[in-house]
Structures are given as C-alpha cells and as structure tokens.
C-alpha cells in the first residue's frame, strides 16, 4: 500500500540617515533582478516575459507585474523583501532596503556588491536551502508515520458518509477517521505520505507536516487501463472513475499540485493516453492548460448546461442527474 516584514514596519519606511525611500509601488521593477541575484538564472523552458520559473519543474515562480513569488511545494510566497527575507536571512524591512542598496538597486551611500560578496551570499543560500531541505525531509518522514499508522487504523468508509452522499459517489477504497473521510497521498511507487481528511460539510485539510507536492490520491486503478485522467479533487476523481471504468483516475488534491503531478504520471505511464480534467474557473483553467502542456497530454473541462453552476465534472454530474430527475 502505499506529506517579516518587522513589526510596525511599512515597505515606504524612510531610513534615518539614508536617501532612500522605497515605495511600495516602486518594488515590483526589482522582482526580476532581485529573483535573477537571490535564485539565479530562471529555467528557460518554463519561464516567459510575464513570469520567471525556477527549478526543474518551475516549483517557484516569480510574477514580473506583480512584483510577487510563490514557491509552490512549499506553500509560502510574497512581495520582493520577502524574497529578499527568506534567501538572505533579513528579518526588518531596513535589512532588505540595505540588500537592495549593496545589490546596487536602491542608490544609498554602502559599497556596491563584489563579485566575492555576491559568491559568499550564493554559498550562504545553498547552506540554508539545504538546511530547510533536510529539517522539511524529516518532517516529511514524521508524517508519513503518522499518515500509515491513521491509515492502517482507520476502517473502510460507510457509503451513507455525509460527504459521500452530498457528493452522489462511492467510497472507492476510501476509509474513515473519528468520522472524517480519509484519503490516501501517495508517490508514484505507492508510498503513502500523507492524508487528506473530509468532513461531511465537505471541509478539507492535509495531515499536518505531510507532503503534498508531486503527490495524489489514487482514485481508480484498473489492471488495464485504457487511459489515464488526471483531475484536481478527490470527488471529481470518483465521478470520473464511475463514467470512465476503464481509466485509471488520479487526483492531485488541487490545481497548483495538477502540472507537477502530470509530468510525474506521464514517466510513469509513457504511453498511456492522457486526459487532464480540469475545473472551469480561472486557476483550474491555467493549471489544467499548464499541465497538458508539460505532460502532452488532452485537455477537457466540463460544459454546464445554460444557467447551470458549477466548476468541476462532479458539478456537471450533479446538475445533469437533478435536471434528468425533473
């Protein structure tokens, strides 16, 4: 069977004794040359004028009109000092205005950076990368304890669960915990790392400390499969496992997790047909789009009958099963 901006501080604080005098408008000029110093050179196969992508799977991204990052595995993301804070160390909104100052960025009176300065502060970076690498790796590793013991505790969902029955789905292996739908989060290799819990409201949360990124919840697993879809929720899998037997059904927990875990299926699956299931709103829309790309995989997204609501395939099955009813 199968895881600061300183107290009182505001971005346009002036800096006693200095000329300068950053303003929150002017921050998002220095997104690019601040991410290019801090994180180095972008992966030139993901990024484009807009958007900067770092990393072998453009894991963190840098939104050049926003001025803003976000690290996608790790879940964390901000405005230009707070890249300054977490690669540098910085902790008060002076700290990052002197960075940007010795970077050449801001005029002020410090000696610009030297290329020994610039190496030292590399270094430095690759030290604490690996620091929180190895602390996140153990935490990772505590949950997924954490997440097998639960799991293994836990016994099969009743059908009639108040999720389930909202939902209009089968439990497709999923268990139960003190009355909380639970979901497995697994690897590629079957290895459990996390779980996902669901009340009957439908409220969701991940076990603590578990990974997530690159991760899934296997939904439907045939011997044979004719084809592979890929979706964002757990519901929306189970729906699609019940129209689509023959498929072998994934869900990536939700869309900012859709494109890594699709290139993650497609080594897996080389030459299974791929069909990312996306969600019809905008950031279901972009993730889906975005993960066919790097998976070559097809795309669909549900179409609602007119005046119908929804976003998701389980959305569709349920205005189409209240409309054959009536």
């Given amino acids: 069977m199968w895881g600061h901006r300183g107290p009182g501080e ?17 921050l998002p000029d220095l997104a690019e040359p601040v991410a290019r110093l801090l994180l180095g050179e972008p992966n030139p196969r993901l990024s484009s004028s807009r958007e900067l ?3 072998r799977h453009g894991s963190v991204s840098v939104d050049l009109a926003a001025g803003t990052w976000y690290d996608h595995e790790a879940g964390t993301g901000g405005g230009v000092l707070d890249l300054i804070r977490r690669e540098t160390g910085a902790v008060t909104t002076r700290d990052c205005l002197a960075w940007l100052e010795r970077a050449g960025l801001l005029p002020g009176g410090s000696e610009p950076f030297t290329r020994v300065d610039l190496a030292e502060r590399a270094a430095e970076r690759e030290r604490a990368r690996a620091a929180r690498a190895a ?15 639960i799991w293994n505790a836990a016994k099969p969902a009743d059908p009639g669960h108040g999720y389930l029955r909202r939902k209009g789905v089968e439990p497709h292996g999923a268990r139960e915990h003190r009355g909380l739908l639970c979901l497995p989060v697994a690897d590629f290799e ?29 939904v439907s697993e045939p011997q044979e499969p004719e084809r592979l879809l890929l979706c964002e929720g757990w519901a929306t899998g189970a ?15 939700d869309a900012g997790n859709l494109p890594t875990v699709a290139v993650g299926a497609r080594r897996c699956w080389p030459n299974l047909p791929m069909v990312i299931c996306g969600d019809a ?16 995989a097809e795309v669909a997204f549900p179409e609602f009958p007119p005046g119908a609501a929804g976003s998701d ?3 569709l099955a349920a205005v189409l099963a209240t409309r054959g009813a009536a």
């Fill in 190 to 218: 079957r290895a459990l790392w996390s779980l996902q819990f669901i009340e009957a409201s439908g409220f969701k949360r991940l076990l603590k400390g578990g990974r997530k990124a690159g991760r899934f919840i296997p």
């Fill in 281 to 296: 709103d905008p950031a279901g829309t972009e993730a889906a789009n975005r993960a066919a790309r790097a998976a070559g």
């Fill in 313 to 315: 395939f389980n959305d």
């Fill in 135 to 149: 602390a996140e790796r153990r935490e990772h590793l505590a949950a997924a304890e954490r997440a097998l013991r």
């Fill in 10 to 26: 505001s971005i346009g604080e002036h800096r006693r004794g200095h000329h300068t005098c950053a303003h929150s408008w002017e």
């Fill in 239 to 253: 729906t699609l496992a019940e129209h689509k037997p023959e498929a072998l059904v994934l869900a990536a927990i």
């Fill in 53 to 55: 992508r770092y990393g």
